[in-house]
Structure formats: C-alpha cells, structure tokens
C-alpha cells in the first residue's frame, strides 16, 4: 500500500546538521518533495528533487535520493532555531493527481 | 498578500452544526484540494477540483462535500459536524502540470 514513512522527532544542537530521513513505497515517484510546516502555518515547500537525481544541493539543504532503497533524506547544514518546525517527505507517484505526504518529523534546534 | 487564504483560521462549533471553510487563490492555479491533517497521521486528501466543473472525491470525503464556485475559489463544507472531524484544514494550489502545490495556512476546525 502507500505508505510515506518518516521518524517523528529529531533534537538536534544549534550549529549541527540535521539529517532527516524517509522511506517512500511507489518507485514510480517522479518527483519527492520537502515541506516545512512552522507552528500556526501552512506547508511551505523547501526543495524537491526529480528521480532521475541522486542528490541536489540549495544553500544549507542537500537532499540524498536512493532510489534502489526508495530512501530520501534531508540535511541541513549549520542548524538554526529558526529551523525548528515540522517537515514533510511526500512522493508524487507517475500519472498521478496524488501527492502522498509522510507523517511529519518535528525537529527541535536546542540553544 | 498571500497567494492562498483560508477563513476562518480558527473556528469552534458543535455537533451536528453545518459548517464551511472557505479557500481563495490569487495564482490563477486551475487545480485547487483540501487537506485534513491530524497529529501523527501526515496529510489525507479530502477532495480536489482540476477546474470549476471537474471535482472528485480523495481518501477520505465522507462527512466532507465541496463547491468550486470560481477557479479562485474552493469551499468545504461539513454538513453535519462531528467531534472526530476536528483536525487542521489545508488547502492547496497547482498549475495544471500538478507538479508543485502551494499551501494555505490553515483552518484549525474543533467540534466539540
């Protein structure tokens, strides 16, 4: 069945990299996605990377695709407290309408 | 100005009451959905519109029904509230390639 799997909580100390990770079912995911959600606000996207890349860099965000493990990770380099909030994998399957989002990982920057 | 917006951003209301959210986009998007998000449970498709005259139901519609009545405009509607419906309400935006959605702030819906 669908199922966009991700670990619920990452603490992490500010200045570190954060490393958060995904597990995603339809291998004919065209495009994967990462979403921030900050508290009181809506889904923000960060980046997405097409299936045909391993890997696509943005600033402090590198995003990692496995596509033998159907495995996506996000790292962010040099972590804020800024970047406390709630991110989302979701997996947009080919010839699909369907964008399938994870359960979300809440990621806590400590001072 | 916000590309999506969403009213009511809070709401409280009782069982068996009708309720509506409504959503309007300013990226003249053909493609409009709403998202109900629970704690734990990541985002569930409630219903998604390609046009004004193309409207479908996703995972989870019962309870739920919609109107576009413009291609900027997207209502949801619970006509009969009840307390399991509380959660956060999104909806979203693409263009017709589907290929980026572009998220409201939300509604948070509690039904006591």
């Known amino acids: 069945g669908e199922d966009v799997e991700q670990s619920l909580f990452l603490s992490v100390r500010e200045g570190d990299s954060s490393v958060i990770n995904c597990t995603y079912t339809d291998s004919s995911s065209t495009y994967l996605y990462w979403y921030k959600q900050e508290p009181g606000a809506g889904l923000q996207l960060l980046t997405y990377?097409?299936?045909?890349?391993d890997m696509k860099q943005d600033q402090r965000l590198t995003v990692l695709l496995n596509k033998k493990d159907k495995h996506l990770s996000l790292r962010i380099a040099d972590t804020q407290t800024g970047d406390s909030a709630i991110y989302f994998c979701a997996e947009k399957p080919s010839g699909t309408y369907k964008y399938i989002f994870g359960t979300g990982t809440r990621l806590k920057v400590l001072a | 100005d916000a590309d999506v917006t969403q009213t009511p951003r809070n709401r409280i209301t009782k069982t068996g009451k009708r309720i509506m959210l409504e959503c309007s986009q300013t990226k003249g998007h053909d493609r409009m959905y709403w998202y109900r998000q629970d704690p734990g449970l990541g985002l569930q498709l409630i219903y998604y519109?390609?046009?004004?005259?193309?409207?479908n139901k996703g995972e989870i519609s019962d309870g739920y029904s919609v109107s576009r009545q413009a291609q900027a405009k997207f209502s949801l509607s619970l006509e009969s509230a009840i307390p399991n419906q509380t959660a956060l309400y999104f909806c979203a935006t693409s263009d017709f390639a589907g290929n980026e959605q572009f998220f409201g702030p939300g509604t948070r819906l509690t039904v006591l």
């Open positions: 519109s390609f046009d004004v005259k193309d409207i």
């Open positions: 990377i097409f299936s045909n890349m």
